[in-house]
């Protein structure tokens, strides 16, 4: 175990990658696909042969224990290491670019599930599996580093547990962290969890009728929230509507970090139900498809469909699994959607999805987006402000925790949101520059800083896709993806002196 905590992030995780690369080996000679088996086989023995190199190299070096250090190596690992996922993709597919299998291997790594490939049909069953792994091990880096990294740093939805009092602490605690130590505890912590609950969705798709390969697939898609599938989403499986069960059910733990881990008192699990994101997210199922539901009466008179029973049930489940879909940053889209739609009468049902995908799941998870416990945080100040107009000298109660709650946690709440909104503009502008229409410049810049790749499918006109937008339009989509999944504050901390001094 020595050995691995001298190591950089970066050379782990190449290790790890490289390791990776004889399950589609595997796959393949199942198959009796050779070609594939050979490709990935090579590329994987030459890339750990790399990985032993490295190590070897930097195990006679003293690693910097400064979190803003291992925050850099998390940026450089989502950087640089699809170009080495990309280079046997870039291989097996002749009429793909390079920087278009690093865009797919990018978008893969950061769990956001964008592909350039239309119709995903027509792209081998190994390659998808290589995709869904890279995502799946993408959201397992996540919710190690949430932990490991972020949460001592005061950053990815932690910083609104700040206190004023508080701040010294945390400049200490940021200074005297074994970040090494920290993420080698919870990777033994998460890892047996997160592929045990896997292996057992997995198991339970392919009992509700998924073929085996279908199931894994969208079994790692649902853990990663990254919405990847090789038969065009869950219109293609055959589990129908228990198989999208499961995927709701499964999808809470991207709501709640409780699902994961204990608190410090051991009481995660009986706190679940007093979760702050839990309720907002049961808030939302319940609101939003009601709404969507009653509008067939008060909003499409005019529809000519006469009411059923079944079609009222089909379109209520419709909008409650997107809800929890797109809230979670998914992006699977449930068969009895465009009941829905139909059943609301709704033009514009896009719009209810990208606000969804920017409330975000939860923190210290593995999905994107602002993260529920923030908006909580702001709505909390703001009922505290509301008061505060008729009761000028009132003193909330709750204790001296609750307040500061309210107050520094509302504060760096509140600046994530802004700096939030600011790159999302900033983005929007890189994607009009390109050509692209403010409509599908909003859409991609809320899918890439939401990593909800498969937006542009609900969300637009259905003549958006990620082929046919230009380079430059990809290369801008990248920066919103590594943007999103690392969070702007994480990256602003790469630039604050205070991070880098001694």
Request: hydrophobic share 50%.
């Amino acid at each position: 175990m020595s050995v691995f905590r001298n190591q950089p992030l970066f050379v782990l995780l190449f290790g790890i990658m490289s390791l990776l690369m004889y399950v589609p080996v595997l796959f393949s000679v199942r198959l009796d696909q050779w070609l594939y088996a050979r490709t990935f086989f090579y590329h994987g023995t030459f890339f750990l042969i790399i990985s032993v190199l490295l190590g070897i190299a930097f195990s006679s070096q003293k690693l910097q224990k400064k979190i803003v250090q291992n925050i850099f190596d998390l940026f450089c690992c989502f950087v640089f290491l699809p170009i080495f996922m990309a280079i046997p993709l870039n291989y097996l597919i002749i009429n793909i670019d390079f920087f278009d299998a690093y865009f797919e291997m990018l978008s893969s790594f950061t769990t956001t599930g964008a592909s350039i490939f239309d119709d995903s049909t027509k792209i081998p069953d190994v390659l998808h599996l290589w995709r869904a792994l890279i995502a799946w091990v993408g959201g397992l880096l996540m919710l190690v580093a949430a932990l490991a990294i972020f949460q001592p740093a005061g950053l990815g939805g932690f910083d609104v547990y700040a206190r004023k009092n508080n701040s010294s602490n945390l400049k200490n605690q940021i200074k005297s962290a074994n970040i090494r130590s920290r993420i080698i505890k919870y990777t033994i912590l998460i890892s047996p969890i997160y592929f045990v609950l896997t292996i057992i969705m997995s198991i339970l798709l392919i009992l509700s009728g998924d073929r085996p390969l279908v199931a894994v697939i969208h079994a790692m898609s649902t853990f990663s929230t990254s919405g990847i599938s090789n038969v065009s989403g869950l219109q293609g499986a055959n589990s129908g509507i228990i198989g999208e069960l499961l995927i709701a059910l499964f999808l809470i733990f991207a709501i709640s970090r409780f699902m994961y881990q204990q608190d410090s008192e051991g009481r995660g699990y009986r706190r679940l139900k007093k979760d702050k994101e839990v309720n907002i997210m049961l808030i939302l199922i319940i609101i939003i498809p009601s709404l969507l539901f009653l509008r067939h009466w008060f909003g499409a008179i005019e529809a000519s469909e006469s009411f059923s029973f079944q079609s009222g049930l089909s379109a209520f489940w419709g909008g409650v699994f997107m809800v929890i879909s797109f809230l979670s940053t998914t992006g699977f889209e449930s068969e009895h959607w465009s009941a829905s739609q139909m059943w609301s009468g709704l033009k514009t049902p896009g719009l209810i999805l990208m606000g969804l995908c920017v409330l975000g799941g939860g923190i210290a998870t593995t999905a994107g987006g602002v993260k529920l416990l923030r908006v909580y945080v702001l709505y909390k100040h703001g009922i505290r402000e509301m008061t505060r107009l008729s009761y000028p000298h009132s003193v909330a109660g709750a204790g001296e925790k609750a307040r500061s709650f309210r107050k520094e946690g509302a504060y760096a709440a509140w600046i994530f949101f802004m700096l939030f909104l600011v790159s999302l503009a900033l983005i929007i502008l890189g994607f009009s520059a390109t050509g692209i229409k403010f409509e599908h410049s909003l859409i991609l810049a809320i899918s890439g800083l939401s990593t909800v790749g498969p937006l542009i499918n609900v969300a637009g006109d259905g003549s958006l896709n990620y082929s046919q937008i230009s380079d430059i339009a990809k290369f801008i989509f990248c920066i919103a993806m590594v943007l999103g999944r690392l969070e702007a504050l994480a990256v602003i901390a790469l630039f604050n002196p205070n991070y880098w001094s001694k």
